[in-house]
């Protein structure tokens, strides 16, 4: 993959992330959505790649762009997998939360798993405690392992986390322990590369997310020489087994038996993110931990990229003045 692509694909994110903020705190989190899909699509497809989506907006009868197995770039240069989220984090948007991104991941064709959108549980960490982690040893076992990794007492060590209902339990059990815990309401994408970020306290991410934020997390986190494992679950296994959960849990179990995807086994980072010849940007939404948020005045906006070329392993944060109304008349309905 080109190395001046990655400033290409910087320019995706600062569209979606455009289009999205153009609905913030509007409350309609699909509006949002789609206005950064739109403008994600037309970007990818004025790049020079022949791209495919492999962590998209869904299955292609779900979702009308960005679907899983799009083609998307004009078809000529280098074979690319894509892994997007338009907008980590469309509540926060909808509500002008923080911690909202539009992200994405390119690697070389073939690099990332191939999953289904259903739930994940993952456990991650940075450089220091890289070989450390095992899914499928007690959570408190893999804590007290990477606190000796870090060489720090378990009351020192940092845990990010969903603040959800499911995670209730963990969450207690992770302040028993004495670690300090800090959740957020949506998104763990942000989360994931605190881990990995030198200027950051978060030790460790765990919980149960989406999937493809955890395909887009492992690529950054295969770059950036963490560590991370996972495992596909059901939707019934957890978010209760009513009839609906049922249902839709058996769909997903069958896309994965489609897919040659075990759901319940433990996934290694070298399974989910082959190889670190890899670009992940993400551009901020509303500020957070990561990154600063889009502002605006009239029609000149400001946005902070981050952008991770992990061959060489190259952070940059990219600071940038967008005048609007000379941007492609084609991205003007979604970002006037």
Partial sequence: MKREL????????????????HWLGRGDKNAADG????????????????????????????APMLYIGEKVGTGRGDAVDIAVDPIEGTRMTALGQANALAVMAVGDKGSFLHAPDMYMEKLIVGPAARGEIDLDLPLETNLRNIAIAMNKPLSQLTVSILAKPRHDAVIGQLQQLGVRVFTFPDGDVAASILTCM????????????????????????RALD???QG?????????????????????????????????GKKLTLNEMARNDN???????????????????????????????????????????????????????????
């Fill in 198 to 221: 030198p200027d950051s306290e978060v030790d460790v991410m765990y919980g149960i997310g989406g999937a493809p934020e955890g395909v887009v997390s492992a690529a950054v986190i």
């Fill in 35 to 62: 206005a950064a899909v739109h403008a994600m699509r037309h970007v990818l497809n004025s790049i020079e790649i022949d791209g495919q989506i492999v962590i998209g907006e869904g299955e292609i009868d779900e």
């Fill in 226 to 228: 963490g560590d991370m």
């Fill in 231 to 263: 495992r596909l679950l059901a939707r019934h296994h957890v978010k209760g087994d009513s009839a609906e959960n049922r249902l839709l849990g058996e769909q997903e179990l069958q896309r994965c038996a489609e897919m040659g995807i075990e759901a």
């Fill in 278 to 336: 890899v670009v992940f940007a993400a551009t901020g939404i509303t500020s957070g931990e990561l990154l600063k948020g889009i502002t605006r005045q009239g029609n000149i906006a400001t946005s902070e990229t981050l952008l991770i070329r992990g061959k060489s392993r190259t952070i940059r944060r990219i600071q940038s003045i967008h005048y609007l109304d000379r941007k492609d008349p084609a991205l003007h309905p979604f970002i006037l």
């Fill in 6 to 21: 990655a400033i290409e694909f910087s320019r995706v994110t600062e569209a979606a992330a455009l289009a999205g903020y």
